[in-house]
């Protein structure tokens, strides 16, 4: 199973974009890296999932490099409202196996005024 | 279109009570997870099914914690008796399912709050 590795915390102002960056030494190659928002006393919600290069929606980015030994989420601009935990999660999720990596401890950001 | 839908939100029991959840996964979504989240902690996996059958259940502690999901629809989870080291939040998800590709995201319900005494 891929372990994945985050900050535990991170400050920003609002409006600046925010990159938090999970490493995960030992991915797959069938895996994917997924990445989801947590709010307090709500249950995640999923950002966005990728498997090489770069990813974007509405909402993220998501780089990944050659290597896909790690990864990078960017918040552009962000606000008050992005304040939350974010969580990496590695896995192949067509096979069931992207169920069993435990969501870790993720990444507290704060955006401050 | 209504999310997941958990209830209770919140319970308060003495240990060694009994307890269950109840969780109504979005319509058509083959998938159901329980998960557990401990205060500051990253939710873990407890059991997942696909339809009615349970396909993961490694993780479920299964002295004390049962879980069913007969139709293939709601589930419930069960505690018996409760410890008061199963105070946390329990989670429910569901997702269309590996079959159905994609990036099967999970959608997660509020939660169920639950404080063992």
């Known amino acids: 199973l891929a372990k994945t590795t985050q900050p535990i915390s991170m400050d920003s102002y609002e409006g600046q974009e925010v990159n938090i960056t999970c490493s995960h030494n030992?991915?797959?190659?069938?895996?994917?890296i997924t990445w989801y928002q947590q709010f307090p006393s709500q249950g995640p919600r999923f950002i966005i999932q990728?498997?090489?290069t770069k990813v974007t929606n509405e909402v993220a980015s998501l780089f990944i490099p050659a290597d896909r030994k790690s990864s990078t989420l960017s918040l552009p601009r962000v606000s008050l409202s992005d304040t939350a935990v974010y969580y990496c999660?590695?896995?192949?999720?067509?096979?069931?196996?992207?169920?069993?990596?435990?969501f870790g401890t993720g990444t507290k950001l704060q955006v401050i005024p | 279109e209504a999310g997941v839908v958990q209830s209770p939100r919140y319970k308060i029991i003495e240990k060694k009570q009994p307890v269950a959840f109840w969780c109504n996964p979005i319509s058509g979504h083959n998938t159901l997870y329980w998960y557990l989240q401990n205060l500051g902690q990253g939710p873990e996996l407890l059991i997942r099914?696909?339809?009615?059958?349970?396909?993961?259940d490694s993780q479920l502690p299964k002295d004390r914690f049962s879980a069913e999901r007969l139709k293939g629809v709601d589930s419930t989870l069960k505690i018996q008796p409760a410890e008061l080291g199963d105070s946390a939040v329990y989670l429910c998800?569901?997702?269309?399912?590996?079959?159905?590709?994609?990036?099967?995201?999970?959608?997660f319900g509020p939660g169920t709050r639950l404080t063992v005494l």
């Open positions: 990728g498997y090489k």
């Open positions: 099914y696909e339809n009615e059958e349970a396909v993961d």
């Open positions: 030992n991915i797959a190659t069938n895996d994917y």
């Open positions: 998800a569901s997702s269309l399912g590996v079959l159905a590709g994609g990036h099967n995201e999970q959608f």
């Open positions: 999660l590695v896995g192949d999720p067509l096979s069931g196996g992207y169920q069993k990596v435990t």
